[in-house]
């Protein structure tokens, strides 16, 4: 929304836009350092609430009377809800709106080229390997793709789900995606990894490395997420995407 002026802190895993990395670290989104947020004197703080393990330091800060807000996006509907629910509270309801209408032109332009689309990919989303996680029916990965033209073979009504080779070779991908990220920070190539070569996808090189913060964090950023991996799985419709 234009408005990184306002803030005084970031947790140590928010790294974009580049201008906030002058402002203080206040520790990790689950281990917060509640002194240090509490010094900052902020009128607003923000939290995501997909873990229960952070709760007990929000409980701190509303103890000595910080306000928090605690939102917990799984869906677009919902990034669209949290983002109007922002411009009220940070008086910038116009920006909001301006932002949630680009992101909604994004998505559209991706569904009018996705709507006589009748075969639908098969699609695994790698959160981390080795120890295997994947992205579940829960988590905003599933509804990216979706809305980019894919089947998530993962329906485990989670955000994350633990995964071995067997499940993945059942659910029979026709692409492989691959995080890279904090969750994920140096994942090996799926071809080079014993018996990942047996996967149609890895067979077929339809395996594509992506950027965790784009696609895995609930954000404005998930709207490019749906056009890059479309361009992927219907490459035919996108042909103005680089491979």
């Given amino acids: 929304m234009g408005l990184t002026d306002r803030l005084v802190g970031r947790t140590k895993a928010d790294t974009q836009p580049p201008e906030i990395l002058a402002k203080p670290s206040i520790g990790t989104h689950m281990r917060p350092n509640v002194e240090m ?31 928090v807000a605690v939102f917990h996006p799984t869906s677009f509907e919902d990034i669209f809800a949290v ?26 332009a991706v569904a009018a080229r996705l709507q006589n689309v009748t075969e639908r990919p098969k699609v695994f989303y790698e959160v981390r390997y080795p120890n295997l996680l994947g992205a579940g029916a829960g988590s905003i990965v599933n ?7 894919g089947v998530n073979v993962v329906t485990v009504p989670k955000k994350i789900a633990r995964m071995n080779l067997e499940a993945v070779i059942a659910g029979d991908p026709d692409a492989y995606i691959v995080q890279q990220g904090p969750m994920n920070p140096n994942p090996s190539p799926p071809a080079a990894r014993p018996h990942f070569g047996i996967l149609r996808a890895v ?27 479309a361009a992927f799985l219907h490459p035919g419709l996108f042909p103005e995407a680089r491979p």
């Fill in 143 to 149: 509804e990216v793709i979706v809305r980019a033209g």
């Fill in 83 to 108: 983002i109007q629910r922002l411009g009220v509270l940070t008086g910038c309801p116009d920006r909001a709106a301006a932002l949630i209408e680009e992101m909604q032109g994004k998505l559209l």
């Fill in 37 to 67: 947020i509490l010094g900052l004197k902020p009128d607003l703080i923000i939290q995501n609430a997909g873990r229960q393990e952070n709760m007990p330091g929000l409980d701190q800060l509303r103890r000595q009377g910080a306000p």
């Fill in 203 to 229: 067979k077929t090189g339809r395996v594509l490395v992506v950027e965790e913060r784009l696609f895995s964090r609930p954000s404005p950023g998930a709207a490019d997420a749906v056009v890059q991996l």
